[in-house]
């Protein structure tokens, strides 16, 4: 499929650059901060501005244009436009174990396909405390790999094989999000549509397959406050 590198440098880009996702132009300037001390007080303002727009959008309907990546704007929009509500949780359905073998099986030839992806991608998991996970067209998780730490407190927000992670379910993220945009995508901490996922930093990227149809997808989550 050739999307391992795409995930590794949509990771690496989210958690080293604090600024290249707050607009759409290149950033001289933060991404060449040299000391770790002013990136993290850069990425603090960053989150600051974030948690703003938040309360700008939802709180009172204005458009943060400029401050949150158009991709991120147009998915709040679109959960809105579904009825979820930004103040509830994700409406979580975990499937049985005999449900999971069997939502899995339907899914054996994607799930053999990608796991020279998935393996090439453990290793950076591991060592990022992250994990690395692929869903299948509808955007439930079939198999997590990686950090066991982080796997334990993903799952305590529903980051875990058979769940749903398409927006309809679970707000804006990278695996629905990506879904739905056809292309790459980075979501970080606030711009999670539901509050709890704050606490995720994401990449996702398609899996097409020969027909153009969305096979699955394919992304690696780690901890939002990891730089």
């Not at 339907?106 to 799930?111: C, I, Q």
């Not at 711009?191 to 020969?210: Q, T």
Request: aromatic content about 4%.
């Amino acid at each position: 499929f050739g999307i391992r590198q795409v995930v590794l440098d949509a990771t690496r880009k989210t958690r080293s650059d604090p600024c290249n996702r707050r607009n759409d132009g290149e950033c001289n300037r933060c991404c060449k901060l040299p000391h770790l001390v002013e990136d993290r007080l850069m990425s603090a303002i960053d989150e600051a501005r974030l948690r703003a727009a938040r309360q700008q959008f939802f709180a009172h309907g204005d458009l943060p244009e400029g401050i949150v990546p158009e991709a991120i704007l147009k998915s709040w929009q679109r959960c809105l436009a579904q009825g979820l509500d930004v103040s509830d949780l994700a409406a979580i359905e975990p499937l049985g174990a005999g449900e999971l073998r069997e939502l899995q099986q339907r899914s054996d030839l994607l799930r053999h396909l990608i796991r020279p992806e998935i393996a090439s991608l453990r290793a950076e998991a591991k060592q990022t405390d992250s994990v690395v996970i692929v869903t299948d067209a509808q955007g439930a998780v079939l198999d997590a790999v990686g950090s066991v730490e982080f796997a334990g407190q993903a799952s305590a927000v529903a980051l875990r094989p058979g769940v749903l992670w398409n927006e309809a379910s679970t707000g804006t993220n990278a695996i629905g999000t990506a879904m739905v945009e056809r292309r790459p995508i980075s979501v970080h901490g606030a711009e999670h549509f539901f509050e709890p996922h704050r606490m995720l930093a994401c990449a996702a990227a398609p899996i097409i397959d020969p027909y153009g149809r969305l096979a699955g997808i394919l992304d690696m989550s780690g901890h939002a406050s990891v730089q």
